[in-house]
Structures are given as C-alpha cells and as structure tokens.
C-alpha cells in the first residue's frame, strides 16, 4: 500500500466485507483491507477508528487491527512512540463498558498485554494497569491480568529467552499484589458467577506458568472456592469448567515440583471427596461435568505417577495409588468420550514400567491393567441392534483403533497370553450375545501378534472356533474374526499344520462383499509371516488375484494382497519366478493398456483410473524380491519389466499433464529399477530423455525424485556419468524458474525436496563428477536461499546436501579420488564457507522452527571436522552480524551468552553439544 488511505474508504470496505451479499464484493475488501493492516498506516488508522466509535463492525476491525499489529509488526514503531500507544490503548480501555462487545474488549486487552511483553521502557506495567483500573474497569483488568501470563510463551511474539525469563521474574514477583487483587475481587462478588469464573481464569492463567508458587496455594481462598463449586454437582457448567481447569492447572504446578508431600497429601484427599460429586453427574447424565472430574482424577493421577511407581517398587503401595481407583471409575462410564481422556496416563504408566523391567512392580499394577482391559472391552461393544460393519470414518471406530493401540501398549504388564484367554474365557460364558462376543475378538486381535507360538491351550480351541462358526452368525462377529486369523500369522508360521484350513476359510470368506477387504489384509499377513510354507499354495493365490476385481474388496487390501503374494514368488527358484511374476503383472498391464490405447473418462478409484493399475504394479515390483546367488545371472524379473516399460512410457506421454498420475508412473518405474538394478540399464537412455522433456513443458516433481533413482543406480558406472550430469543439467532450468519465483521456495517444497535429493545422490555416487560440473555454483546458491525454508522434509534435504557436500571432503581417505574430493571441497569452503555458516545461523534464529536445528547443527559439526579453525573464525563473523536488540529495546543476546555459544561450538565434541547450543542460542531471539 503505497499510501494512507482516507478512514472514509476503510469504514467503506469494513462495511462491504461484513454487509454486502456480494461475496465477490466481500471477497475484494477483505483483501484491500488485509493488505492495509499489514502497511504502516494501520497503526493511525485503527487508533483513529476505536476514538471515533462509529459501528461494532468498524471497531472490532480496529481492535482486531491494533492487537495485529502489536504482535506482529512491534518493530515498526520507533521507540519513542511506545509510549504514546501504552497511553492510547490505555484510554481505549478504559472507556470499556459491561455493554462493550466482549471480542473488542479481549483485542484491546492482548494488545495492551503484548505491549507490555515487548515495551523494555514500561517498568511496572502489572502495578501501574491495577493501580489504573482496579476500581473503575475490573472487567478489562481481569481479562488483561488473565493474557499477560498466557502471551508470555506466544510462539508470534519474538521476546526472546533473555526477555521472557525477565517478564517471568517480573510476573512472579508481582504475584503478591494479583493474588491479593483476586482475593479481594471474590470477596466483593462471592455470588456474582460471572466474576468467580473470570478470577479463577485470572488464577488459572498465572499458576499455569508458575508465577503463583505452591506456597500460595495452602488456605488459598480461590482454590477453595474451585473445590466447593466442584464439590456442588449443581454448579452451572461454565463455572464448573473454569474450577476444573484451575485444579488441573494446579496439579500440573505440583508435578513439576514434587517435593511438596504435605500438599500433596492435602490435594489428593481433596480429590478424592469428589468421588461422590461425579456419580451424581452419572447419574443425572451430565456427560460435560463427568469429564471434568475424570480429567481431575486423571491430571493428578499423572501428577503423582513418578512417586506412585517409585513407592510402590518396595511391594507396598504408595498411598496415592488409589487414585487410580478413581480413574478406572472414570472409564467404566457409560459414555467412552470420558474413558479416552484416561489414555495417555495408562501409555505414560507402561512406558514407565517397560524401562524399569520388574516382575514385582508389575504385579502391583497388574491388577488396574486387568480391570482397564475388562472395562475398554466393554466400550468396544457395537450396539446390539446394529446391522451390518461399523464405518471406518465414524468417531466410535477412531475410538476402537485408539483402544487397540493402548491394549498393545499395556498388555505386557499382565501378559498377552493371561489376556487372550481372559477373552476367551469370556467367550465361553453362557447366553453371551453377539456384541459381547465381537468386542472379545477384537481385544484378542489386538494382542495376537504377541502369542508364543508354543501356546495350545487356548489359541487352538479359538481358531477352531472361528473356522466352524455358522454362517448366520452377525457381520461384524465374521469380520473381527477373518481380523484376528491374520493377527495370529506368526503363530500360524510356527503351526503351519492350520495353514491348509485358514487359506480355505479366507478363501470363502473373500467372496463375501462385506468381508473381502479384511480377508485380503489377512491372507497379505499370512503370506508376509508363512513365505516359506505358501509356495505350494501359490496357484490358489494366483487364482485370487486373476480373480481379484470380481471381489468386494478395496484397494488397499487389493495392494496388501499382490504384497503378499509377490513376497512369495520372490522365494521360488529363479526358474519358476518368470511365469509367475509375469502372470500377477499382465493382470494389471493389460487393463492399464486398454485405459492408454482409449479415451474414456478417468473417475477417481476406479478401474477407469490408470492410478489404481499403477499402484497394484508399484506393489508388485516392490515386493518381489528374489535370492540372486550370482551377480552375474539374468535377473528373473528382467524380462517382464522390459516388456512392461513401453506401456510406462505410453502413460507418461498420454498422461503427462494430469499430475497425480506421473507421480504413481514415477514410482511405478522407481521400484521396477530398484527390482532389476544395474540390469534395467537398458530402457536408462530412452527414459532419462522422455522425463527431462516431460520435466521441461509440466515440471513435475516426481521427475527430480526418479531421476535421484536413476544416479543411485547407475552413477557408478563411468559410461552413465556424463548422460546423468547432463539429465541434472536440464532439470535446473526449469527447477530454478519454480524456487526462484515470488515465494517459490514456499509454494514449491516438494521441488526443492527432490530437487536437493537428486543432488545428494551425485554427491554419494559420483562426487567428483558432480563437483567439478559447471552449474555447481548455481545449484550452491540455491541451496543457500532453500536453507531457511522451514519446510521440514525440504529444509531437511537441503541440510543433507551441504552435510554431504562437507563430509565427502574428508571421508573414504582410502579410496583413489580422496585427494581430488578434498581439494575441491576445501576450495568451496574457502569460498564460501563464510556464507555458508552466516545463512545457517540465521535461519536457525530467525527461520527455522526448533526441532529442525538437529540437520543445521549436523553441518555446522561436519564443517568443523573439515577445518576447526576455519569455523572459529566463520562462526564469529557470522555472529557479530546478528542484531543484538529487539524492537522493544531488549537485548537479544548478551556478549557473555555470544561467547558461551561460540565456545560450546567450537570446542564441541560430539553433534548433540552443537544441537544443544544451537536450540538456546535461537530461543535469544524468540
């Protein structure tokens, strides 16, 4: 926006965007008014239009506006009209009304808290905002007082470690005043609901960060008050939610600082007299207010779960393990929504008792995981009048899988076998219904897998079971069942007299239009675990697959199928491997040729989709995988894949412009060169021309990734070198175009991506080659613009580039090119070393998110380990170029902390130390 527009034109744009029916109209003025809050001129504007209060819509703009802008683009204002904006907020505050709309009064009341956060000059804003407000605005002071703590750790503000572990030290030590504030303000409305919810907000926002110390807390008023309104089961549910998260806010404090016993002790007894509130809420079906005192139970279950386990590693019980009591009353509701919000403390007491590995410890807890397994089995159960399979999109089947992973996760506490046969047991109860006997199943599935193979008691007496039930029995029964054959494969493996008669019941149960998916996903398990007993049973197999779109089957399960089966002709001998192989191929060749050779409507998932012909190709090449004894013999697969790249090639041409189907044509070729390797030398040149001309009009980026296959393959050979350089040649044209454009690096990860993974492949195969290519330069400059991409796969490879760019200068000192590698890599660095380390240290502090700085300090390390002294010097030319105060006036980083990080680099010793110093150094700036 080259110009301040006149409030005329915005007041006429606001009203456009929320009033006019014209949605192109709307659409319009919500982009001219996007582009005028990101210009400089907002800041007048929005002030102007709060003081002129002209319409709702004009001042939720404005104060939407102004909060924008103090986040956002705080480093626009010179510092000396801070103040002028601290003392214009303030008036705008201070006009707020119990009338004010209340989305304006919470925009102002994050502006004036951002402020606060970012303005170094303001030296008591807490004293000064309640010396201000507390006895003419208490609604806007409340709300202020509730987001200051809360912004403190606002990934949008860039505050700084320095400054935000200031503003914390600033918070606590005006805890005092806020906590005397809050007292007096329940006093002064003890009956008022909107007042107590909006104190034990405040409350709840300022113990969350810690700024209110445990010492506080014993004969708190305003704890008290959240546990006499959880106490009274009757208490309106907006009151009792804000009363719910202060204690669990509460409970969070207290985990992090387990040395408070007597509280401790306090807190859990007065969570236990809740018990008798929540069956209240059960009984009366108030589902809302039994969540909150399940996430009561459950936080400070998971608040006392270190001292729970460590306490009871003597064989007796800590005195606070009967909170699990409470929490597994939680999940025997009626309603499995308040049994799900238990989960992750049950993963977080497995993932504890796995790492200490005691018998002893758990045989304590043994008995809570059996009465958990009972009771989520139990919410497993289908409504008995369901018809027909439960829908995979559905919340209750999300919920089942949920179910299924935290059994996998607990069983070993009690033992996989002890719970198979609690199940089958269960099975056997007289009168059981079909529901029951369905969720019975579904627990023994999701531990199957875990079966010793010598079990045969019980594992026996349920496959007989499964393979003699009568054919009326419920869907869902037949369904789970077919599941757990295929969860039982390693058994069967080790069985394999009970092969015969699962395939012929898998076989049956195929052709059933509701159960072909899961029997195909059985079989591919059962083909996958028993390889080596299935060869004589290929030709039923292929039979399947001849016949596979006459079955109601989805493609996943068809996918999982030819998996199964191409595993299985990868263990014939090489001889009887040809006719198969070519018998599974043709069933997809010659349907995706019909498709080429026609011009029929593509629709999505269906045949008429080359997609579905391709994938079952991918599948089959990726999975057939034959023992080659002799480097020197034919490959088996060879010639069926020659025969199938002409067709490849035709879909290429025919399909060119339809993206989603060159991706599935590029990884069809990718596993059929994988398969043969150095062999499918052959069909190199033709392909290598086709995709760097179908690249150069589409500029797909499954071309860059199929041609990283092609160098991995073949860029050891010498005859294929100068072919695939000049591949790599071509592709940078049309690569640069894309990542070169107006935010092209942000629009186009996957090029970059795959682009920086084909390079990568030249510099592990043919570094020299590469090295010494004409367009290196070109292809570094760009990799230095794609390094502080925050993508994280792009970014990823990018950092994998210069890391092997770095470590081919130093590394296979044995091998003849070493001195020619070293020589070049050492002139690289000496040219641009210095850039390099400036751009990583400045996309690692202004860029990249934290847990991407693990590839930056990999190169960072590796360049250190090329020349040591060289990084010494690069790394504090690089650091005295970074900005040092931030637009409040705060010091980013202090001499000292340069230093220390410049010291931890360089004397670092292994890659973690590097990662660690990177991590804080880049939270300075944050």
């Given at each position: 926006?080259?110009?301040?527009?006149?409030?005329?034109?915005?007041?006429?744009?606001?009203?456009?965007?929320?009033?006019?029916?014209?949605?192109?109209?709307?659409?319009?003025?919500?982009?001219?008014?996007?582009?005028?809050?990101?210009?400089?001129?907002?800041?007048?504007?929005?002030?102007?239009?709060?003081?002129?209060?002209?319409?709702?819509?004009?001042?939720?703009?404005?104060?939407?506006?102004?909060?924008?802008?103090?986040?956002?683009?705080?480093?626009?204002?010179?510092?000396?009209?801070h103040e002028s904006l601290r003392d214009s907020l303030m008036e705008h505050i201070s006009q707020v009304s119990e009338q004010t709309n209340v989305v304006i009064v919470t925009q102002l009341c994050l502006a004036m808290a951002d402020l606060a956060l970012q303005m170094t000059s303001w030296q008591n804003p807490i004293e000064d905002l309640i010396h201000k407000y507390s006895q003419t605005n208490m609604w806007p002071l409340l709300e202020i007082l509730t987001v200051l703590p809360e912004e403190v750790n606002s990934r949008l503000l860039r505050l700084g470690a320095n400054r935000r572990n200031e503003v914390t030290a600033e918070l606590s030590n005006h805890s005092k005043i806020v906590l005397e504030y809050l007292k007096a303000c329940l006093a002064q409305g003890s009956n008022n609901h909107q007042l107590n919810i909006k104190v034990l907000k405040c409350f709840t926002s300022w113990i969350s960060i810690q700024a209110i110390t445990l010492a506080d807390i014993p004969d708190n008023p305003i704890v008290s008050q959240a546990f006499t309104i959880l106490l009274s089961h009757e208490a309106p549910f907006n009151m009792h939610d804000s009363a719910t998260d202060c204690i669990c806010a509460l409970l969070q404090h207290l985990e992090d600082n387990n040395n408070q016993q007597e509280l401790e002790m306090q807190i859990v007894d007065a969570v236990v007299r809740l018990d008798s509130s929540y069956h209240m809420t059960v009984a009366e079906e108030s589902t809302e207010k039994s969540i909150n005192y399940c996430r009561i139970f459950t936080e400070l279950s998971e608040a006392m779960l270190d001292k729970i386990i460590s306490g009871s590693s003597t064989g007796k019980p800590h005195f606070a393990i009967g909170v699990l009591d409470l929490v597994l009353m939680c999940v025997g509701h009626h309603d499995y929504e308040v049994a799900e919000i238990t989960f992750n403390l049950w993963y977080r007491l497995s993932e504890e008792l796995y790492v200490k590995n005691k018998e002893d410890l758990n045989a304590v807890f043994s008995p809570y995981v059996e009465r958990l397994i009972v009771a989520l089995c139990r919410h497993c159960q289908i409504e008995p009048d369901h018809e027909g399979l439960i829908a995979d999109g559905e919340d209750f089947s999300g919920f089942r899988l949920k179910v299924s992973e935290l059994i996998k996760d607990v069983v070993f506490i009690i033992g996989s076998s002890h719970c198979f046969r609690q199940m089958f047991l269960q099975l056997q109860s007289p009168g059981i219904t079909w529901d029951v006997t369905e969720a019975a199943l579904y627990v023994m599935q999701s531990v199957a897998k875990n079966i010793l193979p010598d079990e045969k008691e019980v594992v026996p007496k349920v496959l007989e079971a499964i393979l003699n039930m009568p054919p009326d029995v419920h869907i869902m029964v037949r369904h789970t069942a077919v599941v757990l054959l295929g969860e039982l494969c390693e058994w069967i493996e080790k069985n394999h007299h009970t092969l015969e008669p699962v395939l012929n019941y898998l076989l049956v149960c195929l052709q059933h239009p509701l159960l072909g998916s899961a029997s195909a996903t059985a079989l591919q398990n059962i083909c996958s675990a028993c390889r080596d007993h299935m060869s004589v049973h290929l030709g039923g197999l292929l039979e399947i697959v001849r016949s596979?779109?006459?079955?109601?089957i989805s493609n996943e399960a068809a996918l999982g199928l030819l998996k199964g089966v191409s595993i299985i002709i990868g263990r014939l001998p090489p001889e009887q491997i040809d006719p198969a192989f070519r018998e599974i191929c043709n069933c997809q060749v010659a349907p995706l040729c019909q498709l080429i050779e026609g011009d029929g409507k593509i629709e999505k998932g269906t045949p008429s989709d080359p997609v579905l012909w391709l994938d079952r190709l991918s599948a089959i090449f990726r999975h057939t995988n034959p023992l080659i004894e002799s480097t020197n013999s034919v490959h088996p697969c060879l010639k069926v894949i020659s025969e199938v790249f002409p067709v490849l090639s035709k879909a290429l041409e025919k399909y060119q412009d339809r993206m989603s189907i060159m991706e599935r044509c590029a990884r069809c070729l990718r596993f059929a060169i994988r398969c043969v390797g150095k062999q499918a030398g052959s069909f190199?040149?033709?392909?290598?021309?086709?995709?760097?001309?179908?690249?150069?009009?589409?500029?797909?980026?499954?071309?860059?990734?199929?041609?990283?296959?092609?160098?991995?393959?073949?860029?050891?050979e010498a005859g294929c070198i100068q072919g695939l350089l000049g591949m790599l040649q071509a592709f940078i044209g049309p690569a640069f175009e894309i990542m070169q454009s107006p935010s092209g690096l942000k629009n186009n990860p996957d090029t970059v991506d795959d682009f920086f993974r084909l390079c990568n492949r030249f510099l592990q195969r043919s570094p020299v080659a590469f090295l010494q290519s004409a367009f290196l330069n070109a292809v570094l400059q760009c990799a230095l613009m794609a390094s502080s991409l925050d993508h994280k796969d792009a970014n990823s490879t990018v950092m994998k580039f210069f890391l092997d760019l770095v470590h081919c200068g130093r590394s296979g000192e044995s091998k003849p090119d070493f001195a020619v590698r070293q020589q070049l890599v050492q002139n690289i660095m000496k040219e641009g070393g210095q850039l390099l380390v400036q751009s990583l240290l400045h996309s690692s502090v202004f860029y990249l998110h934290s847990y991407m700085l693990g590839g930056v300090a990999e190169v960072i390390y590796e360049m250190m380990l090329l020349n040591r002294a060289e990084l010494c010097v690069w790394l504090e030319v690089a650091l005295k170029s970074l900005p040092l105060t931030n637009a409040g006036g705060h010091v980013n980083a202090t001499q000292q902390q340069l230093?220390?990080?410049?010291?931890?680099?360089?004397?670092?010793?292994?890659?973690?130390?590097?990662?660690?110093?990177?991590?804080?150094?880049?939270?300075?700036f944050r």
């Open positions: 926006m080259q110009a301040a527009p006149s409030l005329e034109n915005v007041y006429e744009a606001v009203s456009t965007l929320f009033n006019n029916l014209d949605n192109t109209q709307k659409e319009k003025a919500s982009a001219w008014l996007d582009e005028l809050q990101k210009s400089v001129y907002a800041w007048k504007i929005a002030d102007a239009m709060l003081h002129e209060k002209k319409d709702l819509e004009s001042c939720y703009f404005a104060a939407q506006t102004m909060r924008t802008k103090v986040q956002l683009n705080f480093n626009e204002l010179p510092r000396e009209s596979m779109n006459s079955f109601k190199l040149e033709p392909l290598v021309k086709q995709i760097v001309s179908l690249y150069a009009v589409h500029k797909h980026s499954c071309f860059l990734y199929l041609g990283s296959i092609l160098v991995d393959e073949y860029a050891t230093v220390e990080f410049h010291k931890t680099v360089t004397r670092a010793e292994h890659i973690k130390d590097v990662s660690h110093a990177l991590k804080d150094f880049a939270h300075l």
